[in-house]
């Protein structure tokens, strides 16, 4: 079973502001990962698949990257409806995701 | 648009059997070629995979839960169900039904459609 670590757990930060959240896979699992937005009461959101390849109807402040074991999701300039729990996501041998990232307001 | 509702029972005993079934609208569950898949969420935890079925039949199980879970389709009924036995307090979650929307640019096989969820409680 592939796991996926994202970091860190928590992640403050404040509007207008950047932000890079971190997935490491335990083996690679080439360009076969996703990130997801989930917030309070709701189902989760694609965001990102295939590493770099936005959803569509997702905003150009998100964007993706990496390759093999180490990912990071980007969000250029943090805007208030930004700050929830993200989740990273492998389909490169079954499903894992991450344990999540909380973007909270500072 | 293709919807996807899940319904359960709210309520289980511990060690009976959690059915859930997961009615898909709009489009055909034989006209993908992705895989339709459940994937559940404890209270305040993060996100688990269950279990994901393509139209053709063929699954896949998270290795943790392969013993107890079964995935299927009903065609007849549109419908994508899984079944938990033997089921714990540690079973008890939010049960999302999730699919890939057709006609989407994405080609590959990733959850871009997800229901609203139904909470399963597991407790006597």
């Known amino acids: 079973e592939i796991v996926l670590t994202q970091s860190p757990a928590t992640l403050p930060l404040s509007p207008g502001e950047g932000a890079t959240l971190s997935c490491r896979a335990s083996?690679?699992?080439?360009?076969?990962l996703a990130w997801y937005q989930q917030k309070p009461g709701q189902s989760p959101r694609l965001l990102i698949y295939?590493?770099?390849n936005r959803a569509p109807g997702i905003p150009a402040r998100f964007s993706g990257s990496g390759s093999g074991t180490d990912f990071n999701l980007t969000i250029s300039s943090l805007e208030p409806e930004d700050f929830a729990v993200y989740y990273c996501q492998q389909r490169r041998n079954g499903i894992t995701f991450g344990q999540g990232t909380r973007l909270e307001i500072k | 648009q293709v919807q996807l509702q899940e319904s359960g029972p709210g309520l289980v005993k511990p060690s009976e059997t959690l059915s859930l079934t997961c009615n898909v609208s709009?489009?055909?569950?034989?006209?993908?070629?992705?895989?339709w898949g459940w994937v559940r969420q404890s209270p305040g935890k993060g996100l688990e995979w269950i279990a994901n079925?393509?139209?053709?039949?063929?699954?896949q199980y998270n290795p943790s839960l392969k013993s107890r879970v079964t995935i299927f389709l009903d065609k007849l009924k549109n419908q994508v169900s899984l079944k938990l036995t033997s089921v714990t307090a540690e079973d008890t979650a939010v049960y999302y039904c999730a699919s890939r929307l057709p006609g989407t640019v994405m080609t590959s096989c990733y959850f871009d459609n997800w229901g609203q969820g139904t909470l399963v409680t597991v407790s006597s």
């Open positions: 709009g489009d055909s569950i034989t006209n993908s070629n992705c895989y």
């Open positions: 083996q690679s699992v080439s360009s076969y």
């Open positions: 295939d590493t770099g």
């Open positions: 079925i393509y139209s053709g039949g063929t699954t």
